[in-house]
């Protein structure tokens, strides 16, 4: 019982979050961590001393309180279980050539979409995609990462949009090329004790929100919000337990800032709070990154609730939380909110995009298909996709700038007023026109 005292320390608030082992933070001119006794590894990340330390049953050594005074010691915490907050339900796969007319969070006519609970469809109530396009559809030059459940890379529709790892791609097999601690990692980042060095998605969320932002825009399947652009899948997933920890955020983080991404998006969270996992958002804000999170589908009143990373918003000035309005322009009855912590609105119902089929192929690969879901997983990719859009043609902008132009420009509704700090829902031809309320 040794580490009694912790666990009730923790789980006060939270009576039901996991964790995985603890994440130290070191003093920032310790590094080792032999003085302190344990068999503890470092994270291996250039954002700070970390370590990780999963203790075995029957520890003889330090207790948490002896390791939480010792000098080199800044903080430690749990290691927790994060989860996917974002989705609400999948649908059946959609099939056909044009999947643009389906897509009514793009091009809302008031017929392609079903309605939810208490909202009909509404002509209109989209993003404005098609004018926005008129001004650009995205560059290659911009990145944005994933953190997910991985992507599917190789989907047809996605596969021309893909960030690549080129040091690796043009390297050596069995060696790690461009020295950043990870190991033939061609296509994004994938957590060190998965088998394969592959980031790739076998419960198609991940695919889902990449979708989102970048289909590629030629003669079949959807569109994504950037014709053009590079999408970094960061596979946050653990393949041993099919979970997820905070470990695995802080090093995606890391890992997309040494790869000079410009976009991160992410609908996973959950546990509690973890300054680890908050201190690399900033970090992530100080190296010029705007980070993009889903608010999760409790119907939750955030200003009072406290949800992972959604409520780091209060510190973390890069952060843009997005709740999810149907399609007839209300909020989804379950999408949380709060006007001091949720960003804005999206659209995140009944949302068209890549997913990944349960029979595998020929090849022994997942294959590429289209799916329904819903939820704000599927708005907040409609929000980076656009702050990437808007990224294309004004690069130089700050997050702090893009968080400012986002509210400024959101197209207000007197339905959403009260939910958001922007009062409104994203429209991609005001956020690219700077077009602002009064
Ligand atoms: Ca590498
Ligand atoms: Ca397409």
Redesign the pocket.
């Known amino acids: 019982m040794k580490h009694g005292f912790l666990l009730l320390f923790f789980t006060f608030n939270t009576f039901a979050a996991n964790f995985n082992g603890y994440i130290i933070k070191l003093k920032d001119n310790y590094s080792g961590n032999k003085s302190l006794g344990i068999n503890a590894k470092s994270l291996n990340v250039s954002i700070g001393n970390f370590l990780l330390w999963k203790p075995v049953r029957k520890n003889i050594g330090p207790t948490l309180e002896e390791i939480k005074n010792h000098p080199s010691v800044e903080y430690i915490e749990p290691n927790w279980e994060l989860k996917n907050i974002g989705i609400v339900s999948e649908g059946p796969d959609v099939i056909g050539d044009d999947l643009f007319s389906k897509q009514w969070g793009l091009e809302n006519t008031g017929k392609n979409s079903m309605g939810t609970f208490w909202q009909r469809p509404k002509k209109g109530v989209d993003i404005k995609a098609k004018k926005a396009w008129k001004i650009t559809k995205g560059s290659r030059d911009i990145i944005i990462g994933v953190m997910d459940s991985g992507v599917l890379y190789t989907h047809p ?1 996605l596969i021309d949009n893909m960030w690549i790892n080129e040091a690796e791609l043009n390297g050596v097999a069995g060696v790690d090329d461009d020295k950043n601690g990870y190991v033939d990692d061609i296509n994004g980042y994938t957590p060190p004790g998965n088998k394969l060095p592959h980031p790739t998605d076998k419960s198609g969320h991940g695919t889902h929100t990449a979708g989102v932002i970048g ?4 003669s ?4 994504g919000i950037n014709a053009n652009i590079k999408i970094m899948p960061l596979k946050v997933k653990n393949d041993k337990d099919f979970k997820y920890y905070v470990e695995n955020q802080v090093q995606a983080i890391d890992y997309a800032i040494n790869k000079g991404v410009n976009v991160l998006t992410t609908s996973i969270g959950g546990g509690d709070y973890s300054k680890a996992y908050e201190d690399a958002i900033i970090k992530a804000g100080e190296a010029g990154i705007t980070f993009v999170t889903a608010c999760g589908n409790e119907n939750k009143n955030l200003n009072w609730q406290k949800i992972y990373p959604p409520s780091y918003n209060d510190k973390a000035e890069n952060m843009i939380v997005v709740c999810h309005h149907g399609s007839g322009g209300k909020k989804h009855y379950l999408s949380n909110h709060g006007n001091k912590v949720a960003t804005i609105m999206a659209p995140g119902s009944h949302i068209v995009s890549t997913a990944v089929s349960l029979n595998p192929g020929p090849d022994g690969l997942k294959t590429g298909i289209y799916k329904k879901m819903s939820g704000s997983s599927m708005a907040a990719p409609h929000v980076s996709g656009a702050v990437a859009l808007l990224l294309s043609i004004e690069p130089n902008l700050s997050p702090e700038e893009v968080v400012e132009r986002v509210i400024a420009t959101a197209k207000k509704e007197r339905k959403l007023k009260k939910h958001t700090i922007s009062g409104g829902r994203l429209d991609l031809f005001r956020l690219l026109n700077n077009t602002r309320s009064k």
């Open positions: 529709d289909m590629v825009h030629n079949f399947g959807g569109r």
